[in-house]
């Protein structure tokens, strides 16, 4: 039974030549280490947006407030906008609700479609007052973490595709080069036996 044909370049044969065995270690060499770069830097890349992720989540909860505040105008029962997935989007309604110091403030928020007049709405202040986003949750952490980390291990996985398609672009010059040269050492004789 004949060899795989993965190992033509790697057996012994007149047609082998010193760059096809030099292609065949790079590429095995390129695949060894996208194989075992991928989870390496995907790992590294997800601990570490994990990590950063909390620690943004723990200075937000620090410094964020939640409040009640009550809905001044009804929101259409509908919107004909949706998010990325597929939930619908939220309106922009103005609420009302007491600060520290007794007194009333208002702004503009996103609720969701359907949220009445004179409901309540949690909104989130930092410390000078200003509505700002809920802080990061768990949820919001760790799929930053897992995010980062696919894309740590696709990047890498690109990386070694283009390096695989560097060798296999160098490889094929130099093999293509060196059939040039022959030819010209050949070619001579070839023409003498065709007149």
């Known amino acids: 039974?004949?060899?795989a044909v993965w190992t033509r370049r790697w057996r012994e044969h007149p047609l082998r030549r010193?760059?096809?065995v030099v292609e065949a270690r790079l590429l095995l060499l390129v695949g060894v280490a996208a194989a075992v770069g991928?989870?390496?830097v995907g790992t590294a890349a997800g601990w570490s947006a994990y990590g950063h992720d909390r620690a943004v989540a723990a200075v937000q909860e620090a410094t964020r407030r939640p409040v009640r505040a009550e809905v001044m105008e009804d929101a259409p029962?509908?919107?004909?906008?949706a998010d990325e997935t597929g939930r619908l989007a939220k309106v922009p309604l103005e609420v009302r609700w007491t600060t520290a110091d007794g007194q009333r403030a208002t702004a503009t928020v996103p609720l969701p479609a359907g949220t009445g007049r004179g409901?309540?709405?949690e909104i989130w202040l930092d410390r000078e007052g200003g509505v700002v986003s809920a802080p990061l949750n768990g949820r919001d952490v760790w799929a930053g973490a897992v995010t980062a980390g696919l894309l740590g291990g696709a990047v890498t996985v690109g990386a070694g595709a283009v390096a695989a398609t560097a060798v296999r672009v160098t490889c094929g010059r130099r093999r293509t080069a060196g059939w040039a040269r022959e030819w010209d050492l050949v070619e001579p004789e070839w023409r003498r036996r065709l007149a």
Do not use: E, I
Request: charge should be negative; proline fraction near 18%.
């Open 38 to 40: 991928a989870p390496a």
């Open 18 to 20: 010193h760059v096809d």
């Open 1 to 3: 039974m004949p060899p």
């Open 77 to 81: 029962a509908s919107s004909t906008w």
């Open 119 to 121: 409901d309540r709405a």
